[in-house]
């Protein structure tokens, strides 16, 4: 049974009366018949949409800020690399959101003013219209009430309160949307560092302890192939630099520098970028020829072993004879070495060429310095100091372009060998570097072995150097891995890192650093190469070799594994040897940086892993969806202010007063304990669901009249 309130019997006892209270001794309240602008919406809501508008613009001109600006600027640069990216856009966009929202509440106060004073609404709604102009939850409610009851006239007002409802409810998900394209992306760092440690001080305690006890790293499995720095000659030959060549019977890497950086951890090399201070640049050219053999002997019934005289009648660029060296037409080395060869079907593919290297020994040397040569090799552990001065006295073969014009400290010499058991020949090379013959050993009837020789001189030689290292990314450094379904270490990465690959391709290309050109000489060179930090930290490494054999089994797997493959790649047995050594160097450069002494400045750029914005997609959506919703608000404002002057937002007196009006002052009273529902099914059961109504001036107040709808 519905409900109906009885006008006639409900009276409020606390009400006054006329006795004690009537229009004659009423508070005569001012009225403001004509208020502008100001006075209609009121200053709260003047304050709420200007500092909104304020707000909404620097939060824009914020995020255009993070979005467009480059690396070249320090304020964007302290944002993204203090981590400040994704809270200051998260605080940007909650700014926004509270912004959009207050001015949609704002609107729907004005939209609500503006449907009673020149539209019409459904009676049952009326009240919480009215209300509307006072408060509200935001332009949903407006369209919660008035539901489907739009009539053409006030279609616009709906319009504009379903638009203003996208548009708020959208920049809800404004800080999602941006932080969609937030991602992280390798920025430029650059920084000073005060005091890096780049060599070993050649009068101090820790050169001095250590002399003489250089490891033997052919043992040794690399931790890693830290990335270097490299330059190649590519002018014409000259007495300060050697272009790469290759002519018949011998080929020639050019004058290549590789410079060490001072820098110990993985991660930190890995993302560096520049670096600009002091190095450790060693001069790795290598040449080999075809060699003349004579007096050659292979035996086999105590370890396969191979001796003889290379006489070579070619003369590379950059060839020093050293002051205790017999003239002779021609250059001349005995060799005696042990090797192995290749005796089974997949060793091609499994290690590369069938290599072995062993150092060669000038045969014009003076009998006694040749003696004293050979002791100091068999002592190398203790007296590895003195085989650089050694070199000096007893060898020809390059010398450096460190070295000043004219200089007599030539490096050493190897005999390449590429060695196969003859059934098991698969892959020889073809190049007129190499000599080729099959021999039989001495001291057995059945034993062959088809062999390869090439004569390789190097000018290794180091020295700590002012250098400028550049690259345009920083890829990580490659990594030998081993492949445990077939048993063969990868060596891809590491050989296209060390020079295997097209000669078109880059030295950044390879992931190394670009070492900008400069003079190598020394400034003033030393007494005793021995004896310095340069060759303590890297060539070392090269002359614990000694006599030695390396060939598989004698050397680490691994280093033999790259050895092998770098020759099979490029087939170009100076590239490997060149490959080769400056592994060596290198695993010695880095496991004695920590007893680095001297110290200088340097700077450093690397790249460093920061979230910033990575795509313009969700800035412009929301850019152009603020942009959208302030239009809204500029045009319900210009309505509102066209509209008349009965509405006052915010103004909750007035708002409860302008329900009140020949269409409810029969019955309003008595809704006072009743819900809206109620009140909604009492109005349909009297048929006056449909019934429209509006605020006008009734005889100089406003209150709430029939409207009629509008076709």
Known sequence: MSYKPNIHTRVSENLPTDDNFSHDNNL????????????????????????????????????????????NNTIWRKIVVSGWT????????????????????????????VLLQSYAVPLPSAAAVSIMRFGNTGPWSLLGKMKMKWDSGSFSIGLLAVLLTIT???????????????????????????????????????????????????????KG????????????????????????GMVDTGTVMRAFLPINDTNERSRLTDYQGYATVVDMRVVCMRPKLTNVVFSSRSGTRLTGVINNEQKPLGLAQSIYYKESSDFAWDFECGFGAAGQTDYIERYGWPLTLCETSPRHSTEGMRWLKNIAFKLRRCLSFLIPLLHAYLFAGIASVMQPKGGKNPGSSYLLINATVPDYVTNM??????????????????????LQMTLCMTA????????HATRPTAPPEPVLSWNTATAIYDTAAVLRQLGAGKSTVSVTERGLFDLAPR???????????????????TTEATKSLGLGNIYLNQINKAQYSVLGRMATATADPALTLQAFFSTLMAMNYYD???????????????????????????????????????????????IFYRAGTFSRIGNAWAVISQTIGPVTENWIMDTDMIDDKAVERWLKEGGLQDELVGVEDVLGRVKLVRKEKLS
Request: glycine residues 4%.
């Open 519 to 537: 003079s190598w000489e020394w400034p003033t060179p030393p007494q005793s190469y021995g004896l310095t930090s340069g060759y303590f930290s």
């Open 28 to 71: 005569n309240l001012p009225r403001n018949d004509r208020p502008g602008l100001i006075s209609r919406l009121g200053k709260t809501s003047i304050a709420i949409l200007l500092s909104s508008f304020v707000v909404c613009f620097g939060c824009l001109a914020f995020l255009t800020f993070l979005w467009a600006a480059d690396t």
């Open 225 to 248: 192939y830290p990335t270097f720095a490299e330059w190649v000659s590519k002018s014409t030959s000259s007495e300060k630099e050697f272009a790469p060549s290759s002519s018949p």
């Open 168 to 222: 708020t409810l959208s920049l809800q998900f404004t800080s999602t949307a941006l932080l969609s394209q937030v991602g992280l992306a390798a920025l430029p760092i650059q920084v000073t560092v005060p005091q890096t440690f780049y060599s070993t001080d050649p009068d101090g305690a820790t050169l001095k302890s250590y002399l003489g006890e250089g490891a033997p790293f052919i043992q040794t499995t690399p």
């Open 460 to 467: 290794f030689e180091a020295q700590e150097m002012m250098v």
């Open 592 to 638: 004695k940086i920590a007893l680095f002494d001297t110290s200088a400045p340097s700077t450093q750029t690397s790249l460093e892993q920061v979230a910033q914005p990575l795509g313009w997609t969700a800035y412009i959506i929301v850019l152009s969806m603020v942009a959208f919703h302030l239009l809204l608000v500029l045009l319900t404002t210009f």
């Open 86 to 113: 994704t809270r200051a856009i998260t605080i940007s966009a909650l700014a926004l959101r509270w912004a959009t929202a207050t001015q949609a509440i704002t609107c729907t106060s004005m939209l609500a003013g």
């Open 429 to 450: 090379d073809g190049s007129d570097v190499w000599e080729s013959l099959t021999l039989k050993a001495n001291d057995t009837d059945t034993d062959y072995r088809s």
